[in-house]
């Protein structure tokens, strides 16, 4: 039995992967859970002619065949890349073009606390390297030095 949440994935990878019309999508359903095809991956690995049982359309058939592949393809080499972790000691500066989960992108844009008794936290504020685009910081310059010096 397909709980809830498996009819929904299913509906929302056949009309947003597979692009297949969601009152279609809809009409579809019991048919693929009555062929145990409730997942992507177990649509990829479905010869074509059972599909084409399910879509009677011989292009539709191909289309769903064609996201099923291209979403389990993408989901397992998403689960490699996350298998194996890598260790990244705390504030260290990510390699360029490095993928960081949500949390670690969070943690590696905190701020240090301002410690005045602590020098090492005042070193480590002075080290600090920003990357940014140059118009933006320029435009907050000049409107900081138009609040302190203001024009007549």
Do not use: W, Y
């Not at 048919?31 to 074509?48: G, N, Q, R, V």
């Not at 990357?131 to 138009?146: D, E, G, I, M, S």
């Amino acid at each position: 039995m397909t709980s809830v949440a498996e009819v929904q994935a299913l509906l929302r990878f056949l009309s947003q992967d597979a692009k297949v019309p969601v009152p279609l999508a809809m009409s579809k359903v019991k048919h693929l859970k009555e062929a145990c095809l409730t997942t992507p991956e177990s649509l990829s690995k479905t010869p074509l002619p059972t599909i084409q049982s399910i879509f009677p359309d011989e292009k539709l058939a191909k289309q769903v065949l064609s996201a099923a592949k291209r979403t389990s393809k993408k989901r397992t080499s998403f689960s490699a890349s996350t298998s194996s972790p890598s260790k990244r000691v705390k504030n260290a500066q990510p390699k360029p073009g490095e993928q960081l989960s949500p949390a670690d992108f969070e943690a590696s844009l905190a701020l240090p606390s301002l410690d005045h008794s602590n020098p090492a936290v005042e070193d480590e504020i002075n080290d600090a390297i920003f990357h940014t685009n140059r118009a933006p910081l320029v435009v907050a310059f000049v409107v900081q030095l138009l609040n302190r010096f203001p024009l007549d």
